[in-house]
């Protein structure tokens, strides 16, 4: 393996770990601040502080997003519609299942995409990459099932609820791999990760902006200080996964980057039971387990087709 894809395998692992931490305790966090003044707070910070930098430190960069404006506004509707529905969908169910259904649909839609020709890499090299896919398919279909049916463990409303949950973490791993190969496509343009991470959250802040301005009415408000406190926590487990994954986006293919970011769930399965707001579900860990099978199958299909 090349050095710099290696460290692009090293930097999505870490990222994995960062993005389960970020999946358990924003969905606790949610329930003392509105998560829509947190995006606009948190990303919206974000997308002028990375973007401004790049402006003033290297402004070729920002020429180049310009020569390439069609893929940045794609890039930031498919961030929209990923931020949103990962903010329904992590207070609706489990946050295990949220991210397993998430990360499961990323290979899935990296597969259909480079069928089309939308992402790089991407196909099935052999039986044991197509046993996994089929696998961490299968895993998706019972996760969805378990938590439909009340198995899982915690629900918050009924069915409906549930439903809604689901659909707003396939629809969050569907677009996130759209994000991915867009990013490709800004890097191979000259469009630095920084750059790449400010511009994408500008549709996104005016959006939870706009929300957040008519749901505030409706929400008890935190002192300030208490606000800008579990801002500042929320933007310590936000942020950093983000730009890890934009590093890595520039080393390794979205395949690769999907495969291993289905690896993720087993550590949100561990960490949401300590925190304690979700209860022990022998049924999510078994959908959790079809997973992970599923994705060493692919991973090791990966290995052995290089």
Wanted: with cysteine.
């Amino acid at each position: 393996m090349r050095r710099g894809a290696a460290f692009g395998v090293a930097l999505t692992c870490f990222y994995v770990v960062l993005e389960a931490t970020q999946f358990v305790y924003l969905g606790g966090l949610f329930q003392r601040i509105d998560p829509f003044l947190f995006g606009l707070i948190v990303f919206g910070g974000t997308a002028v502080g990375f973007t401004g930098w790049t402006w003033l430190v290297r402004p070729k960069e920002i020429a180049a997003a310009r020569a390439h404006f069609k893929h940045v506004v794609l890039l930031n509707l498919c961030a929209l519609v990923t931020f949103m529905s990962y903010l329904v969908s992590v207070q609706l169910i489990e946050p295990a299942i949220t991210y397993s259904i998430s990360s499961g649909m990323m290979p899935l839609s990296a597969l259909v995409f480079a069928w089309f020709g939308v992402t790089k890499g991407g196909g099935l090299r052999n039986w044991s990459e197509l046993a996994g896919t089929v696998v961490i398919f299968a895993g998706v279909v019972y996760l969805s099932i378990a938590t439909l049916s009340g198995w899982s463990g915690f629900v918050r409303g009924g069915i409906w609820q549930g439903a809604l949950g689901v659909a707003t973490a396939m629809l969050d791993g569907v677009f996130f791999t759209l994000i991915l190969a867009l990013s490709g496509r800004l890097n191979a343009a000259g469009v630095g990760p920084a750059a790449v991470m400010g511009l994408r959250l500008l549709l996104y802040t005016v959006a939870t902006g706009a929300v957040a301005a008519v749901t505030a009415q409706s929400m008890t408000p935190l002192p300030i200080w208490q606000l800008l406190g579990l801002c500042a926590l929320g933007f310590v487990l936000a942020v950093p996964p983000l730009y890890v994954l934009q590093r890595a986006v520039a080393l390794v293919s979205t395949f690769t980057i999907a495969v291993l970011t289905a690896l993720g769930p087993i550590v949100i399965f561990g960490l949401q039971i300590l925190e304690g707001r979700v209860a022990f579900a022998t049924a999510t860990l078994i959908g959790l387990s079809l997973y992970m099978a599923g994705a060493l199958l692919t991973a090791f299909g990966g290995y052995r087709g290089r």
